[in-house]
């Protein structure tokens, strides 16, 4: 089952203004960050920016740790505006943002000094208050102008008793009802999608007697942990909710590698309650990208970590070709200097073209500081390295000739024959000029299970000493 926004795009929030949907996921450690999408059928997204691209709007430092940072947006239109709010984890707490088009510029923060908790949700009564609603479940009346709290949070309803982790709020009015959709169950294979409805904004609220409206919990659905969702309606009168899912693979107990996805599922109304159908399968993969790094600036779609200075990352010092100047000492470091892609399918190969007569580098799959496998190149030799944990090992090297070398990373989907086989293998080799093999590893290591966090792989290159150019980035996806 392929999601309709493949990749680490998780907690979607969605809006639609005529027939234009738009929708932002959390980006944690990486910069730019809150990708921002569009689509007119809520199937086929397109990427438009990212709303947090400047570091006035984002400050993220090695102070921040992986799967820190932004959290779970809201995104919404409201008098003539779009308004996203967001969790900086670690750094800066919730923050408002404004924008007259989604594809940027968004303003400079808004900060919320006075709300407290993940997950903030904004909606407005007819009376014009502007209710901020967050995980836990608590709600405060803000100005979202000025950042400005009213008087102390109120708790909602929590979802059901003795779930954990009650998150992800969306309060809407829908008909007579207000409605509050959160997540619960936590984030992981226990993850749940919860109603509640009452007659005003701040309940008391009335627990859909068919809760959780949404869960994989327990089944053997290919996409599991499917929560954190958000309701919308098309323009013919249809409703839909967007909503992460995960796609394990290999034995038990399953790693999931591509992190949280954005699915979709249309839904009904059976007696005022909201009735989730069965997933809206995706866009078919596509075949090949390949970026020249001739444009001036980089597409949204490429992430960095942390940070993205001119100083450090340029498609300007050699027209043609991405520069990457090092800063620390390669991907073991939270400073370094990396722009990548989120692998987005299960099937896949990079390969890209390095030239490393000033430097070091190479070409990583990474999934934080800690769990990372990269080829690299330096003068006369590529090395295969795999870091795992407190585990960091050269596991492979060959002498090159001098001058460019096309690196290439392949990761392919494992059949699980016994209950311990992991999810995928990464094969990582060189072109000299035909593909030589180098090292092949298990993908497990690079997945949620194994590394912890929010987040999953980013396929992308870096430099780990010197200054280092390449020509082009290639991603192929098979299927
Ligand atoms: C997010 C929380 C969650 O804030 O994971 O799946 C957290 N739900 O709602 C990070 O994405």
Redesign the pocket.
């Known amino acids: 089952m392929i999601p309709v926004i493949a990749g680490m795009h ?2 979607p929030s969605v809006c639609r203004v005529g027939d234009d949907y738009y929708l932002a996921c ?1 980006s ?1 450690e990486y910069f730019p960050g809150v990708p921002v999408f569009h689509s007119t059928d809520l199937v086929e997204w397109k990427q438009i920016g990212n709303a947090l691209e400047r570091p006035s709007q984002l400050r993220l430092t090695t102070g921040t740790p992986s ?1 820190a940072g932004v ?2 947006p809201t995104l919404r239109h409201h008098d003539g505006r779009f308004w996203l709010i967001v ?1 900086n984890v670690g750094a800066g707490g919730n923050a408002l943002y404004t924008a007259t088009d989604p594809a940027g510029p968004w303003s400079d923060p808004i900060p919320l000094p006075g709300v407290e908790g ?2 903030p949700d904004l909606a407005w009564d007819a009376d014009g208050n502007c209710w901020c609603t967050v ?1 836990g479940v608590s709600q405060y009346r803000i100005n979202p102008s000025t950042g400005e709290t009213f008087g102390a949070p109120t708790r909602l309803w929590s979802g059901e008793p003795g779930a954990k ?1 009650p ?2 709020p969306h309060l809407y009015r829908i008909g007579e009802h207000w409605y509050l959709l959160i ?1 619960e169950g936590g ?1 992981e294979r226990g ?1 749940a999608v919860s109603v509640a409805r009452a007659s005003t904004p701040n309940g008391p609220f009335e627990p859909c007697p068919a809760n959780p409206v949404l869960t994989h919990r327990g089944t053997g659905e290919p996409v599991q942990n499917t ?2 969702a958000d309701l919308v309606q098309a323009p013919d009168g249809t409703w839909w909710m967007v909503f ?1 899912g995960v796609r394990p693979g290999g034995g038990t107990p399953g790693w999931h590698v591509l992190g ?1 996805e954005t699915f979709l599922a249309p839904v009904t109304w059976v007696e005022g309650w909201p009735v989730v159908g069965e997933i809206v399968p995706g866009p078919a993969p596509a075949v090949s990208e390949r970026d020249e790094f001739d444009a001036w600036g980089l597409d949204p779609s490429w992430i960095s970590v942390r940070d993205r200075s001119e100083k450090h990352c340029t498609t300007e010092e050699r027209p043609g070709w991405l520069t990457l100047r090092a800063r620390g000492s390669g991907m073991d470091d939270p400073a370094v200097v990396f722009a990548g892609q989120r692998q987005r399918h299960l099937s896949c190969v990079a390969r890209a073209l390095v030239d490393v007569a000033d430097g070091s580098g190479g070409l990583a799959v990474r999934l934080d500081e800690e769990h990372h496998y990269e080829i690299e190149a330096r003068s006369g030799e590529v090395r295969v390295i795999a870091r795992i944990g407190p585990l960091r090992a050269v596991v492979a090297s060959r002498p090159v000739p001098d001058g460019p070398v096309v690196l290439v990373v392949r990761v392919e989907p494992r059949t699980p024959q016994d209950a311990r086989s992991g999810p995928d293998t990464l094969s990582f080799g060189v072109e000299v000029p035909e593909f030589d093999e180098l090292a092949s590893l298990d993908g497990k290591y690079l997945s949620t299970e194994v590394a912890g966090g ?1 987040t999953g792989r980013v396929i992308g290159l870096y430099a780990a000493t010197g200054t280092v150019r390449f020509d082009w980035f290639e991603y192929q996806a098979h299927g």
């Open positions: 998780p907690d959390s944690f799967s959290y779970a969790t993940i997950d995980a982790a998150e992800a997540a984030t993850h929560g954190h992460l949280r929010f």
